[in-house]
């Protein structure tokens, strides 16, 4: 049913709306946050624990966030235009970073210092990390 609004009333309603739903749209951020503190945890600390019981916890541990992290997008409705334009760029930024660490890895020699396989660890942190604060700046 179509109701006949004042221009004041329309913009009032539009700004109530984007208040409501606002805050929903940016869930990607938390997400990203949460994905690049993993990252660079495991980024840190899978180097001395690359083997055995520890190593497999490391690597259940990581895909278990990111099955949860599908889980829980594919029950959002909302995602702000922010994420929604950042989003393929941000993936294929982690997955280039992500792909350059693993041949760093399986290259490097066990000689190779531990600062720089940390560093390379690190690196795919840095799309998510940026991604949730150019969310939270919008």
Known sequence: ????????????????????????????????????????????????VTGGLAGSVVAFGFAAFAV?????????????????RLETRLTSAFV?????????????SPTHPAPAVMLFGCLPALPMLYGAWRVWRA
Request: proline share 8%; with cysteine.
């Open 1 to 48: 049913m179509w109701v006949a609004m004042t221009p004041e009333h329309a913009l009032a309603e539009i700004g109530r709306m984007q208040r409501h739903v606002g805050p929903r749209g940016r869930w990607p951020a938390w997400v990203w946050l949460a994905g690049g503190l993993l990252t660079s945890a495991c980024g840190t600390f899978a180097p001395p």
């Open 96 to 108: 280039g970073l992500v792909a350059a660490d693993v041949v760093f890895r399986v290259t490097a």
């Open 68 to 84: 949860a992290v599908l889980a829980y997008a594919l029950t959002q409705r909302v995602v702000g235009r922010t994420p929604a």
